[in-house]
């Protein structure tokens, strides 16, 4: 095939560094100089968006988790409530669906059974149909009323990388744009947020410089049994997407929770040494920084291990990280885009060093185009 490794021993690998020009793929063309977002490839009009009344965003693996991050920021600009489901659990249970439900179906392949049985059933039941995809003419996006396309150039490696951060940045486009024409949100408040998307290709190739002692990190837990992860509001699912990269890739006992839900049941998973990745929040008004670290220290005291990512020159949590990863200061919203890239580097080394086709992890398959 034409597809080159260039000088990366996975696909996985190169498109994990090729995120920087992705993300940056994934918004170029669709604002304009001064922050308005133009989506003029959309086929829904104006007036139609106007109509929503709810959204329903459906995908699989790894696509439903950019669906979980989207749910806060499209909720948060818009006022319009939203659902994430698994596109197969959605179809079979007589979800409630009008011509004013606007569906939205993510899917890196566009190939998907399940997504697209989700996707047709949506349609017979009237409601609009919007594709997030990155395969260009595939069927997801033919048989939907309308498409963004990710741009993130053909995903080879089995687990989703560069596929998953360019959904988020669809994701946020899609919610800044609905913002933007339902008037539920400044302007200037919409143009700030783009402006901080404009500096994420930066961003990401900043956390990406870092990948050494991510590996380095892997290579230390590579015996583990087991590894959790935590975060809290955007950051839960970034820490759902990091355990699932872990299963797929090293084949270990892997789980992400929602930090708030320890003291429910999942503390009592915490023994002596367990890594168990956190995710702060970044420092902010809201009171979930400081419930994190709460958090932190609970599971520290009873042994964990803990690998803590966190925003740049914020020092509360120095005293309970034993490993410290930290990224560049962003609104939360958009802090999956970088959280989630330590924890693709860190499962790709693990595997390497276990010895695992990284590329091919056994039982899995790009696109499951069956049912
Ligand atoms: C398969 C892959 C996953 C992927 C999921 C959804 O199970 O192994 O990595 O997240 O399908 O794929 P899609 O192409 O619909 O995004």
């Known amino acids: 095939s034409a597809a080159k490794k260039d000088g990366f021993d996975w696909f996985m690998r190169k498109e994990i560094f090729e995120q920087p020009r992705a993300v940056g793929d994934a918004l170029l063309g669709r ?4 922050g308005q977002l133009q989506l003029d490839e959309l086929r829904l009009s104006e007036h139609d968006l106007r109509q ?3 959204i329903v965003i459906i995908g699989c693996g790894t696509a ?3 669906g979980l991050v989207a749910k806060y920021a499209i909720e948060h600009w818009t006022r319009i409530p939203c659902e994430v489901e698994l596109a197969h659990e959605f179809r079979y249970r007589d979800p409630i669906l009008t011509s004013n439900t606007l569906v939205v179906a993510i899917s890196q392949s566009g190939e998907t059974a399940d997504t697209l049985m989700a996707v047709r059933y949506a349609r017979l039941q009237k409601a609009k149909v919007l594709a997030i995809c990155n395969t260009n003419g595939s069927t997801i996006p033919r048989e ?7 741009h993130a150039g053909p995903e080879i490696g089995v687990a989703s990388t560069k596929g ?5 940045v669809a994701c946020y486009v899609l919610g800044l744009y609905l913002a933007q024409v339902r008037a539920t949100k400044f302007g200037d408040e919409i143009a700030a947020v783009v402006h901080e998307l404009e500096k ?3 961003h990401v190739q900043q956390v990406l410089d870092g990948a050494e002692a991510v590996y380095a990190l892997a290579r230390k837990h590579a015996g583990t049994r087991s590894v959790l992860f935590l975060g809290r509001h955007a950051g839960f699912p970034v820490a759902l997407e990091g355990a699932l990269k872990l299963k797929e890739l090293a084949y270990i006992h892997a789980e992400g929770f929602a930090a708030g839900e320890l003291k429910h049941g999942p503390i009592a ?4 040494g367990l890594p168990v990745f956190c995710v702060m929040p970044p420092q902010g008004r809201d009171q979930l920084h400081d419930k994190m670290v709460s958090a932190i220290q609970e599971i520290r005291a009873r042994g964990a291990h803990t ?3 966190v925003e740049e020159g914020d020092d509360d949590v120095d005293d309970y990280a034993d490993e410290i990863i930290r990224l560049p200061v962003v609104p939360t919203l958009l802090q999956p885009i970088l959280a989630t890239v330590p924890l693709q580097l860190f499962a790709c080394e693990l595997a390497t060093v276990m010895g695992h086709d990284v590329d091919q992890p056994r039982n899995l398959a790009k696109s499951v185009t069956v049912e």
Do not use: C, R, W
């Not at 604002?31 to 001064?34: A, N, V």
């Not at 939907?144 to 990710?150: E, G, H, L, M, P």
């Not at 998953?164 to 988020?168: D, E, K, P, R």
């Open 64 to 66: 439903n988790y950019a």
């Open 31 to 34: 604002h304009s100089g001064d």
């Open 200 to 202: 994420m290709p930066a």
């Open 52 to 54: 929503v009344d709810k």
């Open 307 to 309: 690998l803590v990512l």
């Open 144 to 150: 939907s009323d309308a498409v963004i396309y990710t």
């Open 269 to 272: 998973l915490i023994e002596e």
């Open 164 to 168: 998953f951060l360019t959904q988020l």
